[in-house]
């Protein structure tokens, strides 16, 4: 879906479960060009199948808008983190009310050394099982 769009695209995800199965990639959604992803009503990001995924979300790119939804681990904490930001980080990006539950280690990681100007507000971090809700790096 996301490698079809055009920049800056904005993408709805509409009321519903979406799951990250074996259909995606071993790191679930790569986000590689600027792209408004926002959630409408009721809507969350999960696993179905029991094989691990290193991150629900990986960002690398600059103009990114994330927003309105949950991303939930499962019962058996699926997701090693829920949003990633790569080694090339990203500039402008906003993280606005997600809901991030049932992670193994972390909920937002920041790795990029150009990682500029980001923005993460409201939102709600819960059973995160090893290590932080936030790692800057």
């Known amino acids: 879906m996301l490698n079809n769009c055009f920049y ?3 993408i709805f995800l509409n009321e519903g479960i979406y799951y990250l199965d ?3 990639e071993i790191n679930g959604i790569l986000i590689t060009k600027p792209v408004n992803l926002i959630g409408i ?3 969350t990001l999960t696993k179905l199948n029991e094989d691990s995924t290193k991150y629900a979300i990986t ?3 600059s103009n990114v808008r ?5 991303i ?3 019962e058996n904490f699926l997701f090693r983190d829920a949003i990633h930001f790569e080694e090339n980080g990203g500039e402008n990006i906003v ?3 997600i809901e991030i539950t049932r992670i193994t280690r972390r909920g937002i990681s920041f790795f990029g050394k150009n990682t500029n100007n ?3 507000e409201n939102c709600r971090f819960s059973y995160i099982k090893e290590q932080v809700n936030l790692l800057l790096k």
Do not use: A, H, P
Request: charged letters at 15%; glycine letters at 4%.
């Open 8 to 10: 800056c695209t904005t």
């Open 41 to 43: 009503n009721s809507r």
């Open 95 to 97: 993280i606005d009310n």
């Open 59 to 61: 960002i690398n790119s």
């Open 118 to 120: 980001c923005l993460v």
């Open 72 to 74: 939930d681990g499962s």
């Open 66 to 70: 994330i927003s309105n939804f949950k």
């Open 22 to 24: 074996y259909n995606t």
